[in-house]
């Protein structure tokens, strides 16, 4: 039905487990910073919460705990994608991949203790772009089994098709995986990332401000029901994407509006034949939980809902049109805003950054940096008629950077700001396209 998702640090952990969602997705990628520090304690903060022997009391003296009752979510991990590094753990002199680090450390630490409890390891596997990758992790799956003497599927999965490749791979990525595989989930931030990304050379049409590029729009919509298609058709679960709205406690009002909107795309979820959905704050668990639970209706899921209806066509998932849309300068404003506070929280040591009444993280942090350089690199203009050039952007890169200095102060991205803009720049601005703005990022990482 609902999972929520979020960062590995020890009071996140807590809160989710106690959230009232059905999962947890504990998020070794797109919501962590991978200090080594953070890496190390989040496989410590998830082994303790298996095992129930998890805690925190922070320094106003507050106490974290499990509900005494035990009806905590049930556990899932995002390891880190394939492009990520961990340069603390070396093969032959060679840093292993993250998400290898990642899942096999996990899945030692913990395989027995999850079994004690009816759990399992139990993954979300991110940024594939083919079904190749998912046979590679398909194998260490099979080896992991094999090595420590687990049935064959103990492992499971749930892959993210966040790129607009993948999306014409999902049958091949569901086979490839067929052993391990639990679903496919329609990743919406990344998978507006992976259209400019992936598909600049095509000449689409350029993408308006990121707010206006919802999943109603043709595009949205065709992938989230192709994927609906998909997964029933194999018998996989189809999973919704986030929402990834943080309510205030000072103004009601955005709440109101912000509320009705997710009431809404959880609606649409729902209808559209998913199976659960992603929220970002305890406080989206039960509208989401409503929604879902009102259409299925007692069901545990939407399997038999084939959606036989749905034809969908290369064309149209690569179709970038939106009906009515608009660059504006407070959107340009907005994607400078994001990717500049996101990167200097995350050279600090958070992944996961409440800005502006949402949850922002690293995809949609790419979402930021790479609508900027593909206006840029079209030469979009805004409403108000100015052509989006390096010039302007820089603009207002310096202005948001006078904002950002009186905002933060005292907090630790404060000492990172001027790091995070000249990263910023390079990944918004320079040719040829950087695949991922925390490889640079990485690389000035403490």
Known sequence: RVEITGPVDRKMVINALNSGARMFMADFEDANSPTWSNVLEGQVNLSDAIRGDISLVNDAGKEYRLREDGDVATLLVRPRGWHLDERHATVGGVPMAGGLFD????????????????????????????????????????????????????????????????????????????????????????????????????????????????????????????????????????????????????????????????????????????????????????????????????????????????????????????????????????????????????????GAVAIDNLMEDAATAEISRSQLWQWVQRGATLDDGRTVDEALVRGELAAVLDVLRSELDGTPAAAHLDRAADIFATVALEQPFVEFLTLPAYDALD
């Open 103 to 350: 899942a096999t450390l996990y899945v030692l630490r913990n395989h027995a203790a999850l079994a004690d409890r009816g759990w399992g390891p139990w993954f979300y596997l991110p940024k594939l772009e083919s079904h190749l990758e998912a046979r590679l992790w398909n194998d260490v799956f099979s080896f992991l089994e094999d090595e420590l003497g687990l049935e064959r599927g103990t492992v499971r999965a749930t892959v993210l098709i966040e790129t607009v490749l993948a999306a014409f791979e999902m049958d091949e990525i569901l086979f490839e995986l067929r052993e391990h595989a639990a679903g496919l989930n329609a990743g919406r931030w990344d998978y507006i990332f992976s259209m400019v990304k992936r598909l600049h050379g095509a000449e689409l049409p350029v993408l308006p401000d990121r707010q206006q590029v919802v999943m109603t729009v043709p595009f949205m919509r065709s992938y989230a029901e192709l994927l609906v298609k998909t997964c029933h058709r194999r018998g996989a679960h189809a999973m919704g994407g986030m929402a990834a709205f943080i309510p205030s406690r000072r103004d009601p009002e955005v709440n109101e509006r912000a509320l009705a909107a997710v009431h809404a795309d959880k609606r649409r979820e729902a209808e559209a034949g998913f199976d659960g959905t992603w929220v970002a704050h305890p406080d989206l668990v039960p509208v989401a939980l409503e929604e879902f639970d009102a259409v299925l209706d007692g069901r545990p899921n939407q399997l038999e809902r084939q959606r036989d209806d749905v034809e969908v066509s290369a064309a149209q998932l690569v179709d970038t049109r939106v009906e009515g849309g608009a660059i504006t300068a407070a959107g340009l404003r907005t994607n400078v805003r994001v990717g500049v506070y996101y990167l200097a929280a995350w050279l600090a040591g958070s």
